[in-house]
């Protein structure tokens, strides 16, 4: 791809805060959510469904998800 003083390529980059959105999911996402063998898995289930919802909103042509390990939430 060539590109000259200004770019003729222009790309929708999806950046989440993955984190976050699992704190969220972890809460609203009831944890009757299990998996056959009876483990919880609601966070999981609601995160990878609000970002598969994001997806099909956006059509991003790429996605990067972060994590941060030290996340917590902060009141404000």
Do not use: E, K
């Amino acid at each position: 791809m060539r590109w000259g003083i200004i770019g003729s390529v222009t790309r929708r980059l999806m950046l989440l805060d993955t984190a976050s959105l699992y704190f969220r999911a972890y809460f609203g996402v009831p944890d009757s959510v299990r998996a056959p063998d009876g483990t919880p898995v609601n966070a999981v289930r609601g995160l990878l469904d609000f970002i598969g919802r994001l997806v099909q909103d956006h059509r991003p042509d790429d996605l990067v998800a972060c994590w941060d390990n030290d996340w917590r939430p902060q009141w404000r």
